[in-house]
C-alpha cells in the first residue's frame, strides 16, 4: 500500500492507517511526505525504513525493483 501525506495528515492518522492495513495483512505500508520529501516504509513488524530523495527504493517483496527516490518528487 502506498499512502501519500497530504498537508492535513496527522502524523497518529497516518500510524492508524499503517495499522489497519497490518492488521488486514498487508506486509508493507510505503508513506510519501512530499514535504519532507521522505518514504517512510512501514513493515508489518513495527520497523520503518526511512528512504530519502538521494536513496534508491527497494524492497523484498518486488524482486528486482529498483527507482530513484527523487524520481517520487519529480513533480512536487
Excluded: Q
Excluded at 6 to 25: F, M, Q, V
Excluded at 30 to 54: M, N, Y
Excluded at 59 to 68: A, H, R, V
Aim: charged letters at 30%; aromatic letters at 6%; hydrophobic letters at 45%.
Amino acid at each position: 500500500v502506498v499512502e501519500v501525506r497530504s498537508k492535513n495528515d496527522t502524523w497518529p492518522e497516518i500510524l492508524d492507517k499503517c495499522d489497519e492495513y497490518h492488521r488486514a495483512g498487508v506486509r508493507e505500508v510505503w508513506v510519501i511526505d512530499p514535504d519532507a520529501r521522505t518514504l517512510a516504509v512501514h513493515a508489518a513488524d513495527g520497523s520503518v525504513r526511512v528512504i530519502r530523495e538521494a536513496d534508491v527504493v527497494t524492497s523484498e517483496l518486488l524482486p528486482g525493483f529498483s527507482m530513484s527516490a527523487a524520481a517520487l518528487f519529480a513533480g512536487a
